[in-house]
């Protein structure tokens, strides 16, 4: 079972900038697909980006050219740039990883971001 911790999150002002971390417990090169997936108080959780093992990447359409997903396999990490950030990207953010051979997926307990107008 891999563990994930997420790490960076806080409270910044609109127009400011984080970068949110994700360390797994052992190795992340055979896991297909890591990513970031946020939830906002009373909203469903929702993908904001993600990685494949081939460094592919998917965003969501609010944040594309402002946020940047990158994946260390040699570190066990992932990373999440989020650049001019608005009030609407408040929400605790997951890291996630999906096994697609197996089905298996993980789960970090999440960091809180919160953006002030």
């Known amino acids: 079972q891999v563990q994930l911790v997420e790490s960076g999150g806080g409270l910044v002002q609109a127009g400011g900038s984080l970068r949110l971390s994700c360390a797994a417990s052992e190795t992340i090169w055979s896991i297909s697909t890591m990513g970031w997936y946020r939830q906002a108080t009373g909203k469903q959780r929702e993908l904001v980006a993600a990685?494949?093992?081939?460094?592919?990447?998917n965003y969501a359409d609010s944040v594309k050219g402002r946020f940047t997903i990158s994946r260390d396999n040699a570190k066990n990490m992932v990373h999440l740039q989020m650049n001019s950030l608005k009030p609407e990207d408040t929400g605790v953010y997951y890291c996630?990883?999906?096994?697609?051979?197996?089905?298996?997926?993980?789960w970090g307990q999440g960091t809180q971001v919160t953006v002030s107008s």
């Open positions: 990685i494949t093992q081939g460094g592919r990447t």
């Open positions: 996630n990883g999906f096994r697609s051979f197996s089905g298996q997926e993980y």
